[in-house]
């Protein structure tokens, strides 16, 4: 199975990350189910901020973005596995390969990317609220915005810089899209100091956004400790308690599988890629959900469009 050829000869992989799944049609339709769901919640959000001018300010310029980052996410990985799952495609050329290993690690590091400057976003609401308007301008949003893409592209950057030049030795790709791991184990080399590199740097990466958040959350814990009215410790809760819900979606999923890896703990290989769909596609769905029904002025649009759509008789 495992046969040593050159990189010339091999122009395609086979994905068999799902060959040991007993009903993978269930699965397939499960997961092409969630990613509709994913796509038209948060285009629905994004429709809802565009079209309403009330909403053209920096907090809503973020929630929009955040649904750009799940759409973008999800679209690097889900499409394959349905592919293989539902159509029974499982081969995917090495360039198309290539592209969406790094499309994969950009959507993950820019979910923490993005996560983590709307706790910063929070923190300037929270703390300087007279000014909020005045630091966070709709252009400085845009243009920090950009510059998290940019950092975002520029630091996975290292995933095909350090896969390209490697010679391929095996076509067969053991995991349900090409991630890095898996384009790592297809070349003829030694895959441990590439495995531990980038666990070095999404460990850095992890760490050091969920280190800023919980800073700014430290300190705003300590402003409303401070606080004598009951009234202005409820806003603050009600101005965060989204933002912490989408934290606690996207980072606690992530760190059982880095604490479950990292232990050792044996999981089965059904297993562990049911973990990893999970951490994909469950945060991107909850997200643009907690966001309607958290946002006001949203979750009053979507009950005024609900209400004028009459009952069929």
């Known amino acids: 199975m495992a046969k040593n050829v050159s990189r010339r000869i091999i122009t395609e992989f086979v994905i068999t990350g799902f060959d040991t799944f007993e009903r993978p049609l ?12 994913v796509m038209l919640a948060n ?34 990985s889900c499409p394959t596995m349905i592919g293989v799952l539902l159509v ?33 976003d929070r923190f300037i609401a929270i703390l300087n609220p007279l ?32 896969v390209i030049p490697l010679p391929l030795c095996y076509s067969t790709l053991a995991f349900m899209f090409c991630d890095y791991g898996s384009v790592v ?3 003829c080399v030694d895959p441990a100091p590439y495995f531990d590199m980038t666990a070095m740097l999404s460990s850095f ?16 814990a300590v402003l ?3 606080m004598n009215s009951v009234g202005s410790k409820k ?18 999923p992530t760190f059982a599988i880095t604490v479950l890896t990292r232990t050792g703990m044996v999981l089965s290989l059904e297993g562990r890629h049911g973990l990893r769909i999970g951490t994909i596609l469950g945060p991107s769905l909850l997200n643009p959900f907690i966001y309607c029904f958290r946002t006001k002025v949203i979750r009053n649009k979507i009950l005024r469009i609900t209400s004028k759509v009459k009952p069929i008789k």
């Not at 901020?49 to 759409?71: E, S, T, W």
């Not at 050329?93 to 290539?98: D, L, Q």
């Not at 969406?100 to 983590?116: D, H, N, R």
């Not at 845009?142 to 350090?162: E, H, K, N, R, S």
Request: with cysteine; aromatic share 20%.
């Open 26 to 37: 269930a699965i397939g339709i499960g997961i092409f189910t969630v990613y509709l769901l």
């Open 43 to 76: 285009l629905a959000n994004i429709y809802f901020i565009v079209l309403d001018k009330r909403l053209h300010q920096p907090m809503y310029f973020f929630i929009c973005n955040l649904a750009i980052v799940d759409m973008f996410y999800c679209t690097s």
């Open 88 to 120: 029974g495609y499982k081969t995917i050329s090495y360039v198309p390969c290539i592209v969406q290993m790094f499309s994969f690690g950009v959507g993950f590091v820019m979910e923490l990317f993005t996560i983590s400057f709307m706790a910063f």
């Open 131 to 162: 000014r909020y308007h005045s630091i966070l301008t709709n252009f400085r949003s845009v243009l920090l915005t950009f510059l998290l893409w940019v950092l975002g592209f520029a630091t996975m950057a290292i995933l095909p810089g350090t």
């Open 185 to 187: 184990r297809t070349t």
């Open 205 to 220: 990466v992890l760490f050091a956004t969920f280190g800023f958040i919980c800073a700014t959350y430290i300190r705003i």
């Open 224 to 226: 409303v400790i401070r």
């Open 235 to 252: 806003k603050v809760f009600n101005t965060c308690f989204s933002h912490l819900i989408v934290i606690i979606c996207f980072y606690g």
